[in-house]
């Protein structure tokens, strides 16, 4: 299905339905923001479109919204749903962007599934594998430490399977901090007191980070601890709170 509209300059917006679920808008013209990556790190919304009739369509559908950046929506949503991401087409001085509204790569969803809190912008770069489009080394880099891809850049890399290797992904992504905070209190419970905690979580932290960081997460979960009243400090030791329950 195809509809187009056509606007002040004399150009046409489309808007085509295709068969295998995905939606492309296309508009002539200049990307107004500038860059995706500007908008998707922006949470105020444009002050001006250039086409009404394309940003009223896509606030029918639920797409956009006039509160926050619409561009950023778009992403959070094909992201809730392990879709992948809006691909945008900014060349030959227009403006085309294709949304698909079905999973592509299954180990992508599952990554997305698995671990809520990825960033949007290891999402983004996990878009890309899916895509088949190249990373920079850097990037390859970033994704390896955390366990999210596999194979050697360029022309195999793909979004890694944790099936098949559980005890790394464990290692790389590390558990949330309610996990640690609990071995810090069961240790501290059992023993009295506590002095060197890193001791206890060095080992157990992510292996993507170095010794300083994990150093300064202790610390962190430490001092989380004790503003929720649970633990304090007795000279350079810890012990359970006495007002703590």
């Not at 949304?99 to 290891?122: C, F, H, Q, S, W």
């Not at 080394?137 to 050697?152: F, M, N, S, T």
């Not at 157990?204 to 150093?215: A, G, I, N, R, T």
């Amino acid at each position: 299905m195809v509809a187009h509209q056509d606007y002040e300059a004399g150009g046409k917006v489309s808007v085509v339905e295709f068969e295998d679920g995905h939606l492309c808008f296309s508009n002539l013209g200049n990307f107004i923001p500038g860059s995706v990556e500007h908008v998707i790190h922006s949470d105020t919304p444009e002050s001006r479109y250039r086409n009404r009739f394309l940003s009223d369509a896509m606030v029918s559908l639920n797409m956009i919204d006039t509160i926050g950046s619409g561009i950023k929506k778009m992403f959070i949503i094909q992201k809730k749903r392990f879709f992948p991401l809006p691909e945008y087409d900014l060349s030959d001085d227009r403006v085309q962007v294709t949304i698909t509204g079905r999973m592509v790569d299954m180990n992508y969803a599952r990554k997305l599934a698995e671990m809520p809190d990825l960033t949007l912008d290891d999402i983004v770069l996990l878009d890309r594998v899916q895509k088949c489009k190249p990373l920079t080394a850097g990037q390859a880099k970033h994704l390896k430490q955390q366990g999210l891809i596999e194979g050697r850049k360029p022309n195999s890399v793909r979004v890694a399977d944790h099936s098949g290797d559980k005890a790394q992904y464990i290692r790389n992504r590390g558990f949330d901090d309610h996990h640690y905070k609990q071995l810090i209190c069961e240790y501290i419970e059992r023993f009295g007191k506590a002095k060197r905690i890193d001791n206890l979580l060095l080992d157990k932290l992510p292996d993507v980070l170095d010794e300083s960081q994990k150093k300064h997460k202790v610390k962190n979960l430490l001092q989380a601890l004790k503003h929720e009243g649970l633990i304090e400090s007795e000279g350079k030791s810890w012990r359970m709170s006495k007002s703590g329950s």
